[in-house]
């Protein structure tokens, strides 16, 4: 008994640690240099799967993330068009406990887009409810296209 006594300390300060480092940074960190076309290309291959896995006019996606960048504005127009309900991310009500917009039924749906350095290639990882979805691009000539097929997690 005395030595889980000694270790409370010890596991309170993990358990604290471990809430510091579930921040994760979301959104498009690609930069200037991105080609110009690469923003509408890439949000009309992820509807293209989302309406695989998630039917329009029944589907609900909540944003977790703000869009203010070219791809998040180009991906949130482009899912209203083909029929998604869309949630949009709102600092304020997020913080709000009271709120029942945070916990709303739709799915929580954020994305990471960047570019490993020295490279032509671009990763796009959706974060979808619990799951994941992730795909690799190649720039060339201008123009971007899928390095492989996507990836699912669940």
Known sequence: MRKLMGL????FLLAGLS???S???YGNFL???APATLNETLAADTVKQLMVLY???STRFDLGQPTPDAYGSALVESLRIKGYAILEF???????????????PGLNLRYV???PASTNLYRLTLMV???SLSRAYVAQNDSVAPAGAWVRKE
């Open 129 to 131: 409810g619990s799951q």
């Open 8 to 11: 409370a300390p010890l596991l």
């Open 90 to 104: 709102e600092p304020d009500e997020a913080a709000s406990a009271d709120n029942p917009n945070t916990a709303g």
């Open 113 to 115: 887009l960047d570019a």
């Open 19 to 21: 809430g510091c480092a």
């Open 55 to 57: 039917p329009p006019a």
């Open 31 to 33: 930069g200037a240099n």
């Open 23 to 25: 921040i994760e940074p």
